[in-house]
């Protein structure tokens, strides 16, 4: 068969052919497909002329296929199936429910509630391969750039227009400190409390959000800590642990180290939340991004209200 015959052999008259196959009846086979008998038999005889050979013995009582039109029947079953499952797979795929989506994920952010989201979206999106990458947020802008990830789950910066950002999670500060600390025993605590002993703090080049955060934090207090030592999450915990001094992390953190350090809400600061931010380049062509960037928001949201 040439080219331009396999153009013409096109589905719909495998779809004629096979519903003639199983009826052996025009009219029925007609019926079945919400067609008159005329045209049905027209589009046979223009399916045996591509072909070249006879594909039904027809007499005035019975339709019959012929030895050829048996071996393409079991043949044209099976490109009717694969085709009705490529078409399904095309449209899952461009609705984002197939494929696969590469996620960076900040290392404070790998101790929320977004983790469970992510595992209720890999439930509920089975075909979609995950592969999630934790690096650190001021890593995550290069790694979009390059498409080494598809999506980033990091605390917020400055990134130019052609990443698209939206916050997907806010939870608030707390002190975090070792049991036996001096301000252990309380319900909360005050920055000015926090001025009586030296802090833990985070590095500028590592985690820029963290550190500008804190520093306008007591700046707006008019209040100057002292920092002992700078580090990033998870290290900070284990400085704090050390006895070097207590540090503000995000609340999502108070669910590592709770046998050794206490994590105490700030008092009267108002607004002290921690931002975590769904990014993605505008131009990604990833389908399955936007599906899970609609299903995170959906599923953190009831967590989120309990904070």
């Known amino acids: 068969m040439s080219k331009s015959e396999l153009i ?13 196959a199983e009826e052996l009846h025009f009219a029925r086979a007609a019926a079945r497909l919400f067609m008159t008998q005329p045209p049905l038999t027209q589009q046979i005889k223009r399916l045996e002329a591509i072909v070249g050979v006879p594909l ?29 499952l490529m078409l399904r797979q095309a449209r899952r795929t461009a609705r984002g429910e197939t494929g696969s ?20 979206y890999r439930d509920a999106h089975p075909e979609v391969r995950i592969d999630l990458r934790e690096m650190n947020s001021v890593d995550m802008e290069p790694a979009l750039r390059s498409r080494v990830v598809d999506v980033a789950l990091m605390r917020p910066h ?20 070792r049991h036996d600390h001096a301000l252990a025993n309380q319900r909360d605590v005050a920055l000015e409390e926090l001025l009586e002993f030296p802090l833990v703090g985070y590095r500028q080049d590592i985690s820029p959000y963290f550190r500008n955060m804190i520093q306008a934090l007591f700046a707006r207090a008019q209040l100057k800590p002292e920092i002992a030592q700078e580090s990033v999450i998870p290290t900070l915990l284990t400085l704090v642990e050390a006895g070097i001094g207590p540090a503000l992390v995000p609340q999502s953190l108070s669910r590592m180290r709770s046998d ?6 700030l008092r009267d600061v108002a607004g002290a939340t921690a931002q975590v931010v769904l990014a993605a380049l505008r131009d990604q062509g990833n389908p399955a991004v936007e599906g899970f960037s609609a299903a995170l928001a959906q599923a953190v949201a009831p967590r989120q209200a309990l904070v």
């Open 158 to 177: 400055p990134l130019d227009a052609d990443i698209v950002t939206r916050v997907i999670y806010e939870e608030p500060l707390r002190v975090a400190l």
């Open 260 to 265: 050794s350090l206490r994590f105490l809400p």
């Open 8 to 20: 013409f052999l096109d589905g719909r008259l495998l779809v004629l052919f096979c519903t003639l």
């Open 101 to 120: 989506l590469v996620i960076g994920i900040t290392p404070s952010a790998a101790s929320s509630p977004l983790v469970s989201a992510l595992s209720h």
């Open 56 to 84: 039904f013995v027809r007499t005035t009582r019975s339709v019959k296929l012929t030895p050829a039109g048996e071996i393409m029947y079991e043949r044209a079953r099976k490109i009717a199936a694969d085709t009705q």
